[in-house]
């Protein structure tokens, strides 16, 4: 059987399409691994500094009605007085933790969590199916 040349053209055009395609899906997944991986620690972070306030003041972080997560940027993101010392913030909020915003990050000034997405975190408390 003999090969034309629009046999070796389209073949050509195949295996370059099929490297790109192949390309692309790598490139996606990795950027989405990266995202969920960069969530699950900024979710297990979130958590641990829930944890760390209410041991240190027998209750967790005060929500807001529409389930705002400033107001953990500014709970946990401020400097705290512990038994008359001053302590660091339970968490050193990054600019890229937080929703876009004018000047240095400032948990005087709280801007909203984000996720990888450009969604906000939402915080409850207390909880909608744990009214504890």
Do not use: Q
């Not at 295996?15 to 969530?39: K, Q």
């Not at 979710?43 to 027998?58: A, I």
């Amino acid at each position: 059987m003999k090969l034309t040349r629009f046999d070796v053209l389209f073949a050509a055009l195949f295996a370059v399409l099929l490297a790109a395609l192949l390309v692309v899906f790598i490139v996606g997944s990795t950027s989405h691994d990266h995202s969920y991986s960069r969530d699950v620690s900024l979710v297990k972070k979130l958590d641990e500094g829930c944890k760390t306030y209410r041991v240190n003041y027998g209750a967790f972080p005060p929500g807001s009605p529409d389930f705002d997560s400033r107001t953990l940027h500014r709970h946990l993101g401020s400097r705290r007085m512990i038994d008359g010392k001053d302590r660091p913030p339970i968490i050193e909020f990054t600019a890229d933790d937080l929703e876009p915003g004018e000047g240095p990050v400032d948990p005087l000034h709280p801007r909203r969590i984000m996720d990888s997405w450009d969604n906000p975190i939402n915080y409850a408390n207390p909880g909608r199916w744990n009214k504890k």
